[in-house]
């Protein structure tokens, strides 16, 4: 059986800087180092950051004074940030560059007068630094019929949680054309996410069964399953090798693998090994 990795796979730049800095903080300091939330959206990659010794914490109230704080990549809300600076922590912001894009461009928006729209998925943390800097009438949705839930003003901007599709952001700009009189819309989408999803969609075109690796709360992750699965090619998700099952690949001759971009190399070159052992049986 033919196993073939997506070109794109795995640690985007963002994820790569953030894990790269906690590693670095932690060789070289004695402070304690805590991350508000997991660091990324990775159960694996959490467990080995933890036997180092850097711990995750819900709220910043749990935090010692004198550690380290560790801003995730996906961001927080700007009320967590001006906590953090009152209590005697040292702050590492790794908040990555193309979400601190999407903030200053929400808050632009606000301070010029448009009513923020922000597509993103409710609840996600990277969503909630997005909406609060984006001004008190901002509103998020998930998809273009959540709008009607909503009053929407004559003048409005729209940005997007930088993980959603580019099918759902230019929907949603074109409903929202049809309503408000002004709209300024930016594509936040990242590339990392894009560029990902493409990767994968061409891989399945060509494969008998999709593989895709990652955390079952990374968002990117399990949408490269849905546009694996809505493409029609059988596709499995997995975290780590183990969940493997040797009959997903009965009569299959090519198995595409794709990870999303908090997955890390170690965990997507398992799964291709197991995959080869299957074959080889
Ligand atoms: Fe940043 Fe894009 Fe990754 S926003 S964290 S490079 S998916």
Redesign the pocket.
Known sequence: MKVILSELAGF????RRAIDTVLQVSESNEKSIYTLGPLIHNPQVIEMLESKGIKSVKEISEIPANSIIIMP??GVARTIMENAKKLNLEIIDLT????SKVHRQAENLYNQGYQVVVLGDKGHTELKGIMSVAGENAISVENIDELSQHTISNKVGIVAQ??QTIDDYQKLVYAISGIAHEVRAYNTI????SDRQKSALKLAESVDIMLVVGGRNSA?TRRLTEICIEYGVPTFHVEVSDEIQDEWFAGKSSVGVTAG?STPDWIINQVVDRISAISEV
């Open positions: 985007c730049y963002g994820v990549s996906h990555c560059p193309f979400v930088t993980t990242c590339h990392a996410t990117n971009a």
